[in-house]
C-alpha cells in the first residue's frame, strides 16, 4: 500500500477545506451549537450538490458515485477539523454502511439513493442507557413477522436523532438482534434532544412504544453487520481526530509564533518548542494509523477489525492530548469562552468515549489478536 494520497484524493482534501473554511467557520459552528437539534440545512444541500460528499462512498448502483473508504475518511478528516455541525457521520457512515453490510437488496435500492442525494437523513440507534455499543448489550424488542413488526423499548445517544429521517434500530428478536428502520414520524415514536458537553454533535434520546418497523435483511445477518458498521466507524472516528490534531497543532504553533512573553516570541522557549514537537510526533503517528485503516477497510481486508480498534484508541487520545497541549501553550486565553480550544477539547473528550472508551478498544484488541 502507499501511504500518501493521491492527486486526486489531495484535490479533493484541499476543495474541501477551502469549502469548509468559507462555509463553517467558527462563527457558524457557534451558532449551530445553541440549538439542540440544529445544523447548516444549507450547508448539508451543497455539500450533496457542489461536492456530492454524501454520494461519495455508495455504490453506483443506488445512487452514488462509487468512490471507497479511504475518501470517506478524507472527508471525515476535514470535518473534524472545521467540527463543520452536519449529520454525516451518522447518515453516510454510519447508516449507509450498515445497509451496505446487511446485503438486502431492496431497502438498499429504497434508501440509499435518498441518502446519497442528501434529501433523506438516517442514523443508527443501538446505544442505550447503559452506553454500551455492543449488539450483545441491546434491550430493546420486536415482535413481529413478515413486513408487520413493533419495536418497544429505547435507544440512547443516538446521533443527530431529532433530526433523521430514517433510523435503523438494533433490536432483539427472541434471544437474536435484528435491524429495523423505522420512519421519524412513526407512530409511538418519542425523541428526546440530549444536553451533550459537545455542543457540535447532536445526540437524542429515542423511545419505541409499539412503533411500526420494517426488518432488514436477516436476523442472522443483522449481528455481524453491526460488528464491521462498528469497526468502519471507529475508523472514521479516527479520521474525524487526526483533522482535529491537526488544528490544534496549527492552532498551537500560529499562537506561539505571535505571543510575547519577556520580549520574546514564546515559541523560541524550549518547554513550548517540546510541546509542538510532541504534538507532531502524536500527529504524524496518527496519520500513519489512520491511514493504514482506511486503506484496509478500502479494500476489505483482513486487518480491519483490529486496526480498526488500534486507530480509535491511539488517535482519539492523541487528540485529546494535543488539544490540551494547545490549551496550556495559548495559557489563560485558552480556557476561555471565546477561544475555539475548548471546543476541540471537548470533541476530543467525546471521541474518546464514543463507540467505547480507548480501555475497551485496546482490550478489543488484544481479544482479537489472541493476548
Known amino acids: 500500500m502507499d501511504f ?42 451543497q455539500m450533496a450538490q457542489q461536492l ?12 452514488g458515485s462509487g468512490f471507497g473508504f479511504v475518501e470517506l475518511g478524507i472527508v471525515s478528516e476535514e470535518l473534524g477539523r472545521s467540527l463543520a455541525v452536519t449529520p454525516f457521520f451518522a447518515s453516510c457512515v454510519m447508516a449507509s454502511h450498515l445497509l451496505l453490510a446487511l446485503d438486502d437488496q431492496q431497502a438498499c435500492s429504497d434508501y440509499l439513493p435518498g441518502l446519497a442525494s442528501g434529501e433523506s437523513i438516517a442514523t ?13 448489550s441491546v434491550a430493546a424488542t420486536a415482535t413481529g413477522a413478515d413486513d408487520a413488526w413493533a419495536i418497544n423499548g429505547h435507544k440512547s445517544f443516538v446521533l443527530d436523532g431529532a433530526v433523521a429521517d430514517l433510523i435503523l434500530v438494533a433490536a432483539r428478536v427472541e434471544g437474536m438482534v435484528g435491524v429495523f428502520a423505522v420512519d421519524s414520524g412513526a407512530r409511538g415514536l418519542a425523541v428526546e434532544p440530549l444536553a451533550t458537553m459537545d455542543q457540535t454533535r447532536k445526540q437524542a434520546r429515542l423511545t419505541f412504544a409499539d412503533t411500526p ?94 486496526v480498526a480498534c488500534l486507530a480509535k484508541a491511539f488517535c482519539v487520545d492523541a487528540f485529546l492530548y494535543a ?40 482490550q478489543r484488541l488484544a481479544d482479537r489478536i489472541g493476548i
Open 323 to 362: 488539544c490540551g497541549e494547545n490549551i496550556q501553550i495559548h495559557g489563560g486565553i485558552g480556557f476561555t469562552w471565546e477561544h475555539p480550544a475548548h471546543l476541540y477539547l471537548k470533541r476530543a473528550k467525546n471521541a474518546q468515549l464514543f463507540l467505547g472508551s480507548s480501555d475497551f478498544h485496546r
Open 52 to 63: 456530492g460528499l454524501q454520494s461519495l462512498a455508495i455504490p453506483e448502483e443506488f445512487g
Open 124 to 136: 443508527v440507534a443501538l446505544a442505550e442507557d447503559s452506553g454500551s455499543w455492543q449488539p450483545s
Open 213 to 306: 418497523a420494517r426488518l432488514v435483511g436477516s436476523v442472522e445477518a443483522a449481528e455481524p453487520a453491526l460488528l464491521k458498521m462498528l469497526d468502519l466507524a471507529a475508523i472514521a472516528v479516527a479520521a474525524e481526530a487526526l483533522g482535529g490534531t491537526g488544528m490544534v497543532l496549527d492552532m498551537a504553533v500560529d499562537y506561539a509564533k505571535v505571543r510575547e512573553q519577556f520580549g520574546r516570541k514564546i515559541g523560541s522557549f524550549q518547554a513550548i518548542k517540546h510541546k509542538c514537537a510532541s504534538m507532531l510526533v502524536e500527529l504524524e503517528s496518527s496519520r500513519s494509523a489512520t491511514y493504514y485503516a482506511l486503506w484496509a477497510a478500502s479494500v476489505g481486508h483482513d486487518d480491519v477489525p483490529k
Open 4 to 45: 500518501a494520497l493521491s492527486d486526486e484524493q489531495q484535490t479533493l482534501q484541499q476543495v474541501l477545506r477551502e469549502f469548509l473554511q468559507a462555509k463553517s467557520p467558527e462563527v457558524a459552528v457557534r451558532e449551530q451549537m445553541e440549538d439542540p437539534v440544529g445544523f447548516d440545512r444549507a450547508l448539508w444541500t
